[in-house]
């Protein structure tokens, strides 16, 4: 019978840590300094206020609400945020912003942000004929805080109208949009 020669442990184990160490390494996130992705640094959802059928008039906000979920670090610029409902068959008001932090910024001069987490609503009307799945299409524009400004880019979330939503009156002070020219009212 032949003795087997035995390997001390660590002899054993080297291979398997190296292979380990090199694998972690790889996983690793890039540099802290290096700036996320803007769909990394600014994570936009939607959801749909008042989904329950609702007559028109009863004080309830209809319409979807934004929320963006900003990185530490990061900032969105409150004027550079512009929002489209597809498809066009829903008549949107103007986005209500809260009023965000004024600072004075290096790249826009005074401008107002948002840090952490914003929620912008957007009224809407639809008809009853109309439910199923919309997209808001996000042009948006923020920051690496100190690093980097990002050139505007577009994000898109998807929400769904349930059938039955009724038709949402817009407040006297928000009339609809005026529809294109040469098209009926």
């Not at 160490?21 to 790889?26: E, F, Q, R, T």
């Not at 959801?47 to 929320?67: N, S």
């Amino acid at each position: 019978m032949q003795a087997r020669s035995r390997q001390p442990p660590m002899k054993k184990l080297l291979p398997v840590l190296a292979t380990c160490l090199a694998a972690a390494a790889s996983a690793a996130p890039a540099s802290s300094d290096e700036p996320l992705d803007p769909d990394k640094a600014f994570v936009p959802t939607a959801r749909l206020v008042a989904a329950a059928p609702a007559a028109a008039g009863t004080g309830e906000r209809h319409g979807i609400d934004v929320e963006y979920r900003i990185e530490p670090g990061y900032y969105l610029y409150r004027n550079r945020l512009k929002f489209e409902l597809h498809p066009a068959n829903v008549l949107t008001g103007p986005p209500e912003f809260p009023p965000g932090i004024e600072v004075d910024d290096p790249f826009l001069g005074k401008s107002a942000i948002f840090r952490d987490r914003v929620t912008i609503h957007i009224p809407f009307a639809v008809s009853m004929a109309r439910p199923g799945h919309y997209r808001v299409r996000i042009v948006a524009q923020g920051c690496a805080e100190d690093r980097i400004c990002y050139s505007p880019f577009v994000q898109e979330v998807a929400v769904n109208i349930p059938p039955g939503y009724r038709v949402m009156d817009f407040p006297a002070t928000q009339a609809p949009p005026a529809a294109p020219r040469g098209l009926p009212r």
